[in-house]
């Protein structure tokens, strides 16, 4: 009998490897267990996935897009009238108030850049696109602050299990916006030669 055409399984797999890793941590991924949890034979993970680290890399790019598509879709942020500083600050207490075991995974696999040297240009993906938004309510070097500020806080609430303070947030983005709009007044925010946008 021909094998059966499943054109979702790539993608049931990736999901798979999403909720492992949320289960069990970054330890307790391998192919028998992806294959198990998403209900596949075992040579299915390691047709659409040679090795682990290209399962790693799809399942983080996947879980890095909740907080990019918020931002991008965000009319808030592409209105010149309207408050960046508020509309990002509410869109990251929007994001740390889901379930705190998924935002945790997210940045378990986000972090596992430091280990994995593979993830790193996929994490660099995230980093770069949310300051190439940003970019277009201030400038690229005040962007990429504005993105290492976030990743920061939201770093500090997960680790020190603060509450959000969603004010605090706000004053200090639009301290960082201010910033940029007095550097770039002043001819200061096209960075060094040869820097990008990214982080």
């Given at each position: 009998m021909g094998r059966r055409y499943d054109p979702d399984r790539r993608q049931r797999i990736i999901d798979a490897a999403i909720?492992?890793?949320?289960?069990?941590?970054?330890?307790?991924?391998?192919?028998?267990?992806?294959?198990?949890?998403?209900?596949?034979?075992?040579?299915?993970?390691?047709?659409?996935?040679?090795?682990?680290?290209?399962?790693?890399?799809?399942?983080?790019?996947?879980?890095?897009?909740?907080?990019?598509?918020?931002?991008?879709?965000?009319?808030?942020?592409?209105?010149?009238?309207?408050?960046?500083?508020?509309?990002?600050?509410?869109?990251?207490?929007?994001?740390?108030?889901?379930?705190?075991?998924?935002?945790?995974?997210?940045?378990?696999?986000?972090?596992?850049?430091?280990?994995?040297?593979?993830?790193?240009?996929?994490?660099?993906?995230?980093?770069?696109?949310?300051?190439?938004?940003l970019a277009r309510r201030s400038d690229p070097v005040t962007a990429r602050a504005l993105v290492a500020l976030m990743d920061g806080i939201c770093l500090q609430v997960l680790l020190t299990d603060t509450a959000y303070d969603e004010e605090y947030t706000r004053e200090m983005l639009d301290r960082l916006l201010s910033a940029g709009r007095v550097a770039d007044r002043s001819g200061l925010t096209d960075g060094p030669p040869g820097r990008t946008t990214g982080t």
């Open positions: 909720r492992v890793v949320g289960r069990l941590g970054i330890a307790g991924l391998s192919h028998r267990t992806v294959a198990a949890e998403a209900d596949v034979p075992l040579g299915s993970t390691t047709y659409h996935f040679a090795s682990l680290d290209e399962l790693l890399v799809a399942a983080l790019r996947q879980a890095n897009e909740s907080f990019a598509v918020a931002v991008r879709n965000s009319g808030v942020l592409a209105d010149p009238g309207r408050d960046p500083a508020g509309e990002l600050a509410r869109l990251m207490g929007e994001w740390l108030g889901r379930e705190r075991s998924g935002v945790e995974l997210e940045y378990e696999l986000y972090l596992a850049a430091l280990r994995r040297p593979v993830l790193r240009p996929v994490a660099a993906e995230w980093a770069e696109g949310v300051a190439e938004v």
